[in-house]
Every structure is written in structure tokens, then in C-alpha cells.
């Protein structure tokens, strides 16, 4: 049976800081942000925007009625959780009125946790053929004030349907993962801001990828010529680009191939920022939206990557007709957001909900997105569906 993505949505919050404004702002060369990182802009999100309002906006864009009624399981995969307890994916299921017969879960390892729902949502679809499965990467990125990581934050949700017969990406029986107990990025429960080892973690990442790609080919014979493109992880546009060279070194054809193909696929990623767990699947949105190149029947090779650490390589192909399932507008859509002055951007990155004593927001922000949240009312969250 074929399974595999049927449906890719995005949203991302309404405001957009400009890189270079930061750089100037933190006296720093604007080109180490444009060409060193490989990045642009970044994606702000207020404190009426988390990743319940983000993911559920990303699923009602590609979800239809039908969808809706026969979902019978929605895994949200993140790392910027709102409740220790509740999953994200219970309030979205309310939001977008799915099948009440339906498992809600959210999944955590890093950036590979929405990996983790998509494999766990293949292997339900091979039991279950008529069903489908709403797998939804939502994150945001923040890493501090003029800390290290300032450039690569970021904010936004990728929803995927998954199911037999797909209308994109079928997906093949050949992952192979690896974990590594390392701590090369972490947040402790104590610390609002992630604990990071920059360094550390892209010679991680790098070599996470080496060791397991010689794992795959070990394994499934294939070669990197076999790709007609690479999704990667992307942290920092520049970091995916750096797994593609260390991995195709010794093949300059395919590597010039690779490389022409991952420009098309950071597209979105480099005026987006990280989206922690979507990144990847940002990147595989922004190289079907905006590349001429690419033909059903390709194969392309993914590479998942989650600090702590976690990756899986897999791969797929393009169904006939992929291309009547995408939005090309987007890059219009994604131009047309607030742009934010660095001072603006401080005051919105790191406002934080005030709850009184009788657990009740104080103060909340109007916010007139189709999903936002409201109020706070005896310590329980409010969202609002227009
Ligand atoms: P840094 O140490 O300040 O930057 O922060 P740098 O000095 O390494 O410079 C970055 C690049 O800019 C270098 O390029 C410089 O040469 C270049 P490279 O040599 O590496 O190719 N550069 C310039 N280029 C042109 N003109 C200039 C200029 N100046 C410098 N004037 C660091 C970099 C990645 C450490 C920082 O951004 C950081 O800590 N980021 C967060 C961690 C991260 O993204 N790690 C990536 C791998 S781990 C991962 O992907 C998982 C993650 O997504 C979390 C999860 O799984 O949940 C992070």
C-alpha cells in the first residue's frame, strides 16, 4: 500500500523582523547573518499566538469537511508546549471540530519530534487504510536577547495530512535513525530559554548525518545520485547546506544538483527562521512551491535532526500531480507581513502573559488572527476560532 503526505500547509505569525535591523542593532556585520547563517528575516510571534493557534491555522488551511470526518488521530509534534500535562493537539482537535473518535498526542525529541509523528502516522495508516492522520510540527524558537542564536529564531506550524493513495509524497520502508545522549541544546524545565552549546551542536549535526547516511547506504543500497533533491533539518539555512556538502563530497555532479535543489528548498526557511520540529518540512514545502526543476516519480531524501540527540534519514517520491496541491502564492502571502523596528521586536518577542492571583490574564492583547488565544480564565487557556 502507498502512504504518505496528501495535503502541507504553513502558518506563520503576522510579524517579520528584518536581519539586517538586528544586526545593526547588536553591532554586528549584516553579513554574517546573510551569508554566514544564510538567513534573512525571522518570524515573531505575540503572546495571543502559540503553537495551538499557529498549528490549528495550518491544518483548517488544507483540511477539507470530509478530512475532518475521517481523522482519527492528530499527534502534534513540538518542544514549545503550553501545558506539561494537556496536549496541544487535544485543543486543536476542539478548534477544528474533528472526528470526536479520534487519538490526540503531542510528541517531544527536539526538532525530530514531528518525524517521529509521521512515521507512528504511516504505521497507523497500514492497519487502518481508510483512515487518516493529522500530523502537525509546531515551535517557537527563542533563544534571547543578543545570545548567539538571536538570528536563527523563529515562529510557525506545518500541517500534514497522511494517508493511503497520497496526493504528494509517497514515503518509502527505509528510515534509519540514530540516537546519541548529548547535550548540545536542551531546555530545563527552570530556564524559559533554551540551553545551547552552538559549536557543539552543528559538528553534531553534521556528523549525525555522515554516520547515518553510511548506515543507509549500508543498509538500502541506494546512493545520493539516486535523489533528486535533499530536505534537511534547517536550524540556520547555512547549517543544511553544510550536511549536503559534507555527505555528496566526492560527487560534484550530484553534489551541483543538491545544491541547485536546497537554494529552492530554503526559500521559505531563510525568511521564516528556525521552526524547530517543521523546519524540514518547511523546507520540503518551500521546494515543491518553488521549484521548476522537480518531476513526479523523483525521490527525494530526507534528513531529521533533533538536538539531545535524534535523526532519522528516509526518503520518498513525488506523485503525479503534486503540483495541484500547493499554494505557489506564498512567498507573496509570507511578503505581505508586518514588518517589526528591533525595538518593536524586543517589546513582542518577550512580552509575557500576566496571570493574577485568582489565575485569571491580565491585560491580554486583542488579536484579530483566525485562531488566537483570548483569555486566560482560572488558569486555563481561551482560544477563539473566527
Ligand atoms: P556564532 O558562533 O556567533 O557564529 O553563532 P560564527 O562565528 O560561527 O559565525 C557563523 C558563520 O558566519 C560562520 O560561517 C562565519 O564564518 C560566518 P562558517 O565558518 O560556519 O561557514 N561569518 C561571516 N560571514 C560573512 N561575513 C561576515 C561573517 N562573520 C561571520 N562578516 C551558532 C553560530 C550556530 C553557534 C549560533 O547561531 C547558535 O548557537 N545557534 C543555535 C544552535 C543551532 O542552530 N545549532 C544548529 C545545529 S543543532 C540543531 O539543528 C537543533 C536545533 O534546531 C534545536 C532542536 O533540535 O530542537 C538548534
Known sequence: MNIGIDKIGFAAPNYVLDLADLAQARNID??????GLLQSQMAVAPVTQDIVTLGAQAAQ????EKDKEQIDMIIVGTESSIDQS???????HGLLDINPFARSIEI????????????LAKTHIAQHPNSKVLVIASDIAKYGIASAGEATQG????????????????LHNDSVCQTRDIMDFWRPNEDKYPRVNGKFSTEQYTDCLTTTFAEYQKRTGKKLADFAAMCLHIPFSKQGLKGIQAIAQEDS?????????????IVYNKIVGNIYTGSIFLSFLSLLENSQSLKAGDNILFYSYGSGAVCELFSGHLVSGYQQHLQPDRLHTLNQRTPLTVEAYEALFFEEIQVDETGQAVDLPVDETDFALVDIQDHKRVYRKK
Open 155 to 170: 515562529a510557525g506550524a506545518i500541517a500534514m495530512l497522511i494517508s493511503a493513495d497520497p496526493s504528494i509524497l509517497i
Open 253 to 265: 555532479k550530484t553534489l551541483n544538483r543538491l545544491t541547485e535543489r536546497f537554494q529552492e528548498a
Open 30 to 35: 549584516p553579513n554574517k547573518f546573510k551569508l
Open 86 to 92: 494537556k496536549a496541544a493537539a487535544v485543543f486543536i
Open 108 to 119: 517531544k525529541e527536539a526538532c525530530y519530534g514531528a518525524t517521529a509523528g509521521l512515521i
Open 61 to 64: 488551511a488544507i483540511l477539507s
